[in-house]
């Protein structure tokens, strides 16, 4: 059974100070990661979407890599703003899954102090 | 933002009583989700759709039941709501092809007392 686990469970860093989440799974065996951000109260929002083939990718001052032979991905987030406060979470699909199904680790609640 | 509402955004109910929430997407998507938000379990799959009346269960689907007549529409009902089913729910929904990226609803505050 494929186990998503994200470490630390909280973070806080100063304004300016870049972001590493981190983000491991069990099973290799994966089709894609997903890497979403939660506000308190809202729903969550897609950040970015890597592919088992590709190594990294980058959206603005984010960027995700992937190590699937280890097990891991790292989001980065450069140059962290009060307004990156949220929680990120990590989500992977399998390769054995034909409909989406998307296991979720518990997440990094992350706040950037001024 | 990806055109998802969900209906209502909270309810509070008793036990015992049933309850459908209602999902709703403008996008056309094939693939619908619905997911239960818990601290200490985080997000947890309960029931998804790959097409209209194409529905299975997801890992904790004990307690509910889904429908899907329509593409825009993924209806959740718990038929006898219990303490245990207090949560946050959200509806997700993607696109062609189901390893395309998830988009969330803004989500439904439900208390059974």
């Known amino acids: 059974k494929q186990e998503v686990t994200q470490i630390p469970a909280a973070l806080s860093v100063p304004e300016g100070e870049n972001l590493v989440l981190n983000c491991s799974f069990t099973?290799?065996?994966?089709?894609?990661l997903q890497w979403f951000r939660q506000d308190p109260g809202k729903g969550l929002t897609s950040l970015l979407l890597?592919?088992?083939?590709?190594r990294e990718q980058t959206s603005g001052r984010l960027n995700a890599s992937l190590d699937k032979s280890s097990g891991r991905s790292t989001l980065y987030i450069a140059a962290s703003q009060p307004g990156d406060s949220a929680t990120y979470l990590c989500?992977?699909?399998?390769?054995?899954?034909?409909?989406?199904?998307?296991?979720f680790g518990a997440g990094t609640q992350v706040v950037v102090t001024p | 933002d990806a055109g998802i509402t969900q209906s209502p955004r909270h309810k509070v109910t008793e036990t015992g009583t049933p309850v459908t929430l209602r999902c709703h997407q403008t996008e056309n998507h094939r693939y619908m989700y619905w997911y239960r938000q818990d601290p200490g379990h985080g997000l947890r799959l309960i029931h998804y759709s790959y097409g209209v009346k194409d529905t299975d269960k997801g890992e904790v689907s004990d307690g509910y039941s889904v429908s899907r007549s329509k593409t825009e529409d993924f209806l959740l009902t718990l038929e006898s709501a219990t303490s245990s089913q207090t949560s946050v729910y959200f509806c997700?929904?993607?696109?062609?092809?189901?390893?395309?990226?998830?988009?969330f609803g803004p989500g439904t505050r439900l208390t059974v007392l």
């Open positions: 997700a929904i993607s696109g062609r092809q189901s390893g395309d990226t998830q988009y």
């Open positions: 989500a992977v699909l399998m390769t054995t899954d034909s409909w989406g199904k998307l296991q």
């Open positions: 890597i592919q088992s083939s590709q």
């Open positions: 099973d290799s065996a994966i089709y894609n």
